[in-house]
C-alpha cells in the first residue's frame, strides 16, 4: 500500500505562488508514478501533472510553463510548485500514485490518494 498525504494549500491572490506537497509511505517512492489532479467544484478530477522515471515530467496545458513538479526521493515527497495563479486554477488538488494498467493521464487509472488540499484563488 502508498499512503499519501498533501499539504500546502491556501488562499492566494491572482499572480501569487503556493507549493503544495505530497508525502509518501509504505512503498519504493523512486519507482512510483506521481501524479497531481485537482478536482473544482461540480466538474471532474482533471490531470494537472505527472512525475515519472525520476526526472521525467509531463503538464496539462492548462498549467504548462506556471506549474513544476519537483521530486525529492530522499524525502518520499512530491511537490507542485505553482506560480502565476488564476482564479480558474481554484480546486481541490490530489496527488495520486500505484499506476495500474490505464493511461497515466487518467485519474482512475492511480489506485492511492491523498487527502486533497484546497487551493484557492481570489482575482
Known amino acids: 500500500q502508498l499512503q499519501l498525504v498533501e499539504s500546502g494549500g491556501g488562499l492566494v491572490q491572482a499572480g501569487g505562488s503556493l507549493r503544495l506537497s505530497c508525502a509518501a509511505s509504505?512503498?519504493?517512492?523512486?519507482?512510483?508514478?506521481m501524479a497531481w489532479f485537482r478536482q473544482a467544484p461540480g466538474k471532474g478530477r482533471e490531470f494537472v501533472g505527472i512525475s515519472w522515471s525520476g526526472l521525467v515530467t509531463y503538464y496539462a496545458d492548462s498549467v504548462k510553463g506556471r506549474f513544476t513538479i519537483i521530486r525529492d526521493n530522499a524525502k518520499n515527497t512530491v511537490y507542485l510548485q505553482m506560480n502565476s495563479l488564476k482564479p480558474e486554477d481554484t480546486a481541490v488538488y490530489y496527488c495520486?500514485?500505484?499506476?495500474?494498467?490505464?493511461?497515466?493521464?487518467?485519474?482512475?487509472?492511480?489506485?492511492?490518494w491523498g487527502q486533497g488540499t484546497q487551493v484557492t484563488v481570489s482575482s
Open positions: 509504505g512503498r519504493t517512492f523512486s519507482s512510483e508514478v
Open positions: 495520486g500514485g500505484g499506476l495500474g494498467g490505464g493511461s497515466r493521464y487518467r485519474h482512475d487509472s492511480y489506485h492511492y
